[in-house]
């Protein structure tokens, strides 16, 4: 009965979005529980190598755009359809976290390397709140109906 239980929190964990906070955590490099977590992880890791070895951009955007397809297609999967006539946001959910992921790479990494009161700081962590209150606010809206995702291109290149 303990092992069922221990599955059926498992298969629950893998359904839901991850929090706002969960998903800074993960962005930030913790190992958090979720799939969606763990590859906003590598993505803000793939974020990171692009900066610091630019020769393979095309390379590691090409696994970036594989997360985001992964992302879209757990997505599809897991979260509640929306009513017809619902307002459709603008990008995907896997391109909304690649785009945090990639503010989140600058952000921390300024931390470590720059004046932390300086305006370049400053600006990276505004932008980053920005971005999690907008994630917060998707996540919500998805999980009322009152907001879709757009369609996931099953099998579509790049």
Same mark, same amino acid.
């Given at each position: 009965?303990?092992?069922?239980?221990?599955?059926?929190?498992?298969?629950?964990?893998?359904?839901?979005?991850?929090?706002?906070?969960?998903?800074?955590?993960?962005?930030?490099?913790?190992?958090?529980?979720?799939?969606?977590?763990?590859?906003?992880?590598?993505?803000?890791?793939?974020?990171?190598?692009?900066?610091?070895?630019?020769?393979?951009?095309?390379?590691?955007?090409?696994?970036?755009?594989?997360?985001?397809?992964?992302?879209?297609?757990?997505?599809?999967?897991?979260?509640?359809?929306? +009513? *017809?006539?619902? &307002? %459709?946001? /603008?990008?995907?959910?896997?391109?909304?976290?690649?785009?945090?992921?990639?503010?989140?790479? @600058?952000?921390?990494?300024?931390?470590?390397?720059?004046?932390?009161?300086?305006?370049?700081?400053? +600006? *990276?962590?505004? &932008? %980053?709140? /920005?971005?999690?209150?907008?994630?917060?606010?998707?996540?919500?809206?998805?999980?009322?109906? @009152?907001?879709?995702?757009?369609?996931?291109?099953?099998?579509?290149?790049?």
């Amino acid at each position: 009965m303990l092992v069922q239980r221990a599955r059926l929190r498992k298969v629950a964990e893998s359904s839901v979005l991850p929090s706002p906070s969960t998903l800074l955590c993960a962005l930030g490099g913790q190992h958090v529980h979720g799939p969606v977590s763990r590859w906003a992880r590598e993505l803000t890791e793939l974020h990171r190598r692009r900066r610091e070895v630019p020769g393979l951009l095309v390379e590691i955007d090409g696994h970036r755009a594989e997360l985001v397809d992964r992302i879209n297609t757990w997505a599809a999967v897991h979260l509640p359809s929306a +009513a *017809a006539g619902v &307002r %459709l946001h /603008e990008a995907s959910l896997g391109e909304v976290i690649d785009r945090m992921a990639a503010v989140a790479e @600058r952000a921390f990494h300024l931390l470590m390397h720059d004046d932390p009161g300086g305006e370049r700081m400053h +600006a *990276a962590w505004t &932008r %980053l709140a /920005e971005l999690e209150i907008a994630y917060a606010d998707l996540v919500r809206e998805v999980g009322d109906g @009152r907001r879709r995702l757009p369609p996931i291109r099953w099998g579509a290149d790049g």
